[in-house]
Structures are given as C-alpha cells and as structure tokens.
Nanobody, 123 residues
C-alpha cells in the first residue's frame, strides 16, 4: 500500500527556514519521482520542486529557485524540501506526491499524494 506522509510545516517569520519531510512507504523511494506542491487559499495547486527517479534531475519553480532545495535519502525513504529565506507568499499547504514516471511539475502526472502540511510565513 503506497503511502506518503508530509511533515515539518509550521509558522515562521519572513526570512526564516523550514525543512519539510516526505516519508514514503509501500515502495522503494528511489523507484518513484517525488514532487512537492503547494496550494494557497483560492489558488490552484502548483508544482514547487520535483526530483526524478531516473537520473536525480530536479525542477524548481521560478518563485523558489535559489531558496528551496529538494533532496532524497533513499535509506530513510524520505524526500526533503529545505526552504530558506521564506516569504509571506510561500504561505500554503504543502503536499508531496509520487509518480513512477517523472513528469516534472505536472500535478496530473502524480498518482499518490500525501496529506498536506501547513506552512505559514508571517511578515
């Protein structure tokens, strides 16, 4: 049974940092591409960062380039999203998702989703 569990969200001041974790079970972590998505109130869910299962290539949305870093620890079946220099516009519910075929930030390409974790950045 494929499951993903996202954690690590919280309330942080602008300029602060958080590290989100996505713990996977039911499959070998590196067999799947993992994406981080976020959804702010009244907005569509958008791709933030993704990591391929084939060559480890990564994607970052323009809005987070240089501030966020995605990484995976296959031994722990965990994918991380390190978020630095957080801005109020980063406030959203963050989700991780898995796909056995890397499709980058296309949310429709992901088959499995974890529950969200709330990130709130105060100004």
């Amino acid at each position: 049974d494929v499951q993903l569990q996202a954690s690590g969200g919280g309330l942080v001041q602008a300029g602060g940092s958080l590290r989100l974790s996505c713990i996977t079970s039911g499959f070998t972590s590196d067999d799947y591409a993992i994406g981080w998505f976020r959804q702010a109130p009244g907005k569509e869910r958008e791709g933030v960062s993704c990591i391929s299962n084939s060559d480890g290539s990564t994607y970052y949305a323009d809005s987070v380039k240089g501030r966020f870093t995605i990484s995976r620890d296959n031994a722990k079946n965990t994918v991380y999203l390190q978020m630095n220099s957080l801005k109020p516009e980063d406030t959203a519910v963050y989700y991780c998702a898995a796909s056995n075929l890397y499709t980058g930030p296309d949310k429709y390409g992901y088959d499995y989703w974890g529950q969200g974790t709330q990130v709130t950045v105060s100004s």
